[in-house]
């Protein structure tokens, strides 16, 4: 029986596939029962001082030049939307509009979307995805930590994955210019 993906929203993946082809999430498995827990482990007789480790957000990924470029709805709540590809033409449009309301460049009827919820621009070489204050926010798929995290503005890069709102996926498609 084909199962949908509880992080990103994509439908009918074959029950035989263990990870989600969008953004990798890997299907839960029957669990063993959880083993008796362990005794406490006793103090040592000095304390150390413990200094916590200052952990530095992930790189973004680094922008690609340009060439041709598209933007593909991998998921949507609205069935006539998956699968529809806008292409990014930044010669005409230095910043292309995303959201629900007619007057974005990309119009996406979803209501999770804000009116005018994030906006791509390129700025030299590079293509960017910039939040325009949404309320649903705009995240980007971390590959290193197999989830989405929220951005405000961030490179895109070909094959990278973005989720505009609560379950809307877009794909792009960078080709090097």
Not at 34 to 51: F, G, L, M
Not at 109 to 132: C, F, M, N, Q, T
Not at 165 to 176: D, H, L, N, P, Y
């Amino acid at each position: 029986m084909p199962w949908n993906c509880p992080n990103c929203g994509y439908t009918d993946i074959p029950d035989d596939e263990a990870k989600c082809p969008v953004c990798g999430y890997v299907k839960a498995v029957e669990e063993a029962p959880t083993p008796a827990p362990q005794p406490a482990p006793q103090p040592p007789e000095e304390e150390e001082e413990v200094k916590p480790e200052e952990v530095a957000p992930p790189a973004p990924a680094p922008p690609v030049k340009i060439g041709k470029a598209k933007m593909i709805v991998v998921s949507c709540p609205v069935p006539e939307f998956k699968g529809k590809e806008f292409e990014l033409d930044l010669e005409l449009f230095p910043s292309i509009t995303i959201g629900r309301s007619p007057e974005s460049v990309i119009t996406i009827p979803d209501p999770y979307i804000s009116r005018l919820h994030a906006k791509i621009v390129k700025e030299g070489d590079s293509l960017y995805i910039e939040d325009l204050g949404s309320t649903n926010g705009t995240y980007v798929y971390d590959k290193d930590e197999g989830k989405y995290r929220q951005i405000k503005k961030e490179p895109i890069s070909d094959g990278a994955l973005f989720k505009l709102g609560v379950a809307t996926v877009v794909k792009f498609v960078i080709e090097q210019g």
